[in-house]
């Protein structure tokens, strides 16, 4: 059974930094693609980043380049996002997924098998 | 960055049929066929329901269909359940590497 969990969330500062933690388990890890979503309360959701399987590809929208950086540890079924210079909008569950693949092919674009998210809330 | 616009909300009645529409508000988003939708019940994580605009993943009933028009996606719910009741997102992959997700819709089962 394939099993997402995040963790690391919590109270911060305006300014301050925050290190998400993604561990799954339940499939190769160094295979799959691994992103990270955020979803502001009451709001809709929010791609934030995106890892290849060895690392080599990563992706940010505007929103959060230059802020956050995702990182991964193949040997510890681990994907990472370090946030830096938090604002008031970066409040939001952080989600973690991976790739949706079917059949042999992998969709770098869909997302299955979601944690249950963590709660980053930054306020002074 | 471009948006995707959803309707707010939509609602239908046990056993009919509701629309859910996603359109892109620049030239190239969603003129790819790379939209998927997921739906997310209150207190969960989103499941996806559709991917590659009309491909359902094992285990989502075929009463999820989904099409697209020019820049305007659609999902379409047939023999509405009250289980069907949740918030509804389409996405798509950019040409510059990024996910846009739409505002969402949130489906009333009257």
């Known amino acids: 059974e394939v099993k997402v969990v995040e963790s690391g969330g919590g109270l911060v500062k305006p300014g301050g930094s925050l290190r998400l933690s993604c561990t799954a388990s339940?499939?190769?890890?160094?295979?799959?693609?691994m992103t990270w979503v955020r979803q502001a309360p009451g709001k809709g959701l929010e791609w934030v980043s995106s890892?290849?399987?060895?690392?080599?590809?990563?992706n940010y929208p505007d929103s959060v380049k230059g802020r956050f950086t995702i990182s991964r540890d193949n040997a510890k079924n681990s994907v990472y996002l370090q946030m830096n210079s938090l604002r008031a909008e970066d409040t939001a569950v952080y989600y973690c997924?991976?790739?949706?693949?079917?059949?042999?092919?992998?969709?770098?674009?869909?997302?299955?098998?979601w944690g249950q998210g963590t709660l980053v809330t930054v306020s002074s | 960055q471009s948006a995707l616009t959803q309707p707010p909300s939509v609602s239908g009645s046990p056993g009919q049929s509701v629309t859910i529409s996603c359109t892109g508000t620049?030239?190239?988003?969603?003129?790819?066929?790379?939209v998927s939708w997921y739906q997310q019940h209150p207190g969960a994580a989103p499941k996806l329901i559709l991917f590659?605009?009309?491909n359902r993943p094992s285990g989502v009933p075929d009463r999820f269909s989904g099409s697209k028009s020019g820049n305007t996606a659609s999902l379409t719910i047939s023999g509405l359940q009250a289980e069907d009741e949740a918030d509804y997102y389409c996405?798509?992959?950019?040409?510059?590497?990024?996910?846009?997700f739409g505002g969402g819709t949130t489906l009333t089962v009257l």
């Open positions: 339940g499939f190769f890890f160094g295979s799959f693609t």
């Open positions: 996405s798509t992959y950019t040409s510059d590497n990024t996910v846009l």
């Open positions: 890892i290849n399987s060895i690392g080599g590809s990563i």
């Open positions: 620049s030239s190239d988003v969603p003129s790819n066929n790379r």
């Open positions: 997924a991976r790739i949706y693949c079917s059949g042999g092919d992998c969709y770098l674009y869909y997302f299955e098998h």
């Open positions: 590659d605009v009309t």
